[in-house]
Antibody, heavy 118, light 109 residues
Framework: QVQLVQSESELKKPGASVKVSCKAS????????VNWVRQAPGQGLEWMGW????????AYAQGFTRRFVFSLDTSVSTAYLQISSLMAEDTAVYYCARDVTTAGFDSWGQGTLVTVSS | QSALTQPASVSGSPGQWITISCTGT?????????VSWYLQHPGKAPKLMIY???NRPSGVSSRFSGSKSGNTASLTISGLQAEDEADYYCSSYTGSGTLFGTGTKVTVL
């Protein structure tokens, strides 16, 4: 069955970087885009952007253009989210999600909690 | 872009039906047929319930239905059940990406 499995929770200090992985299985990885969604504690969902798994081209939402990088390793069907210069405000659960239709995400990773604290 | 507007909370008794609205603009909800709805239980990942305004993914109960009129989309849950108690989010294509709603907490009385 279709599955997206994300890396474990991370605790980082301000100024550090983090890389979250999202490993896909159960389908052809390059047939569907991967989106990234952020959910701060007690808050709603926020779309961060997506990456075209055929071309590797990323597209970022407003507010996620400077310190956020999406990348792929198609040889292992894995997408990555890297965040640099971490700030306390980056503390959130980060989800990857498969794009089954335009703006419709039918399969989600379990989420990765990134905590930024000194 | 601001989030799509949803009521903060909606409640209903078991067996009743409820409707959750999702209001956007002519640049998102009103412009495209790409509105989706998600259910999220506490501590869990969101689950797709409706896509392309009114389509249900395989395995989603027919008690869930979606519609759209102008700049407002709606999710209706009929025959409310205890397991429907959760947060619900709408989303819409904007022409350059996806915009989520503010979220609605559904309480089953």
């Amino acid at each position: 069955q279709v599955q997206l499995v994300q890396s474990e929770s991370e605790l980082k200090k301000p100024g550090a970087s983090v890389k979250v992985s999202c490993k896909a299985s159960g389908y052809t990885f390059t047939n569907y885009a991967v989106n990234w969604v952020r959910q701060a504690p007690g808050q709603g969902l926020e779309w961060m952007g997506w990456i075209n798994t055929k071309t590797g081209n990323p597209a970022y939402a407003q507010g996620f253009t400077r310190r956020f990088v999406f990348s792929l390793d198609t040889s292992v069907s894995t997408a990555y989210l890297q965040i640099s210069s971490l700030m306390a405000e980056d503390t959130a659960v980060y989800y990857c999600a498969r794009d089954v239709t335009t703006a419709g995400f039918d399969s989600w990773g379990q989420g990765t909690l990134v905590t930024v604290s000194s | 872009q601001s989030a799509l507007t949803q009521p903060a909370s909606v409640s209903g008794s078991p067996g009743q039906w409820i409707t959750i609205s999702c209001t956007g603009t002519s640049r998102d909800v009103g412009a495209y047929k790409y509105v989706s709805w998600y259910l999220q239980h506490p501590g869990k990942a969101p689950k797709l319930m409706i896509y392309d305004v009114s389509n249900r993914p395989s395995g989603v109960s027919s008690r869930f239905s979606g519609s759209k009129s102008g700049n407002t989309a709606s999710l209706t849950i009929s025959g409310l059940q205890a397991e429907d108690e959760a947060d619900y989010y709408c989303s819409s294509y904007t022409g350059s990406g996806t915009l989520f709603g503010t979220g609605t907490k559904v309480t089953v009385l």
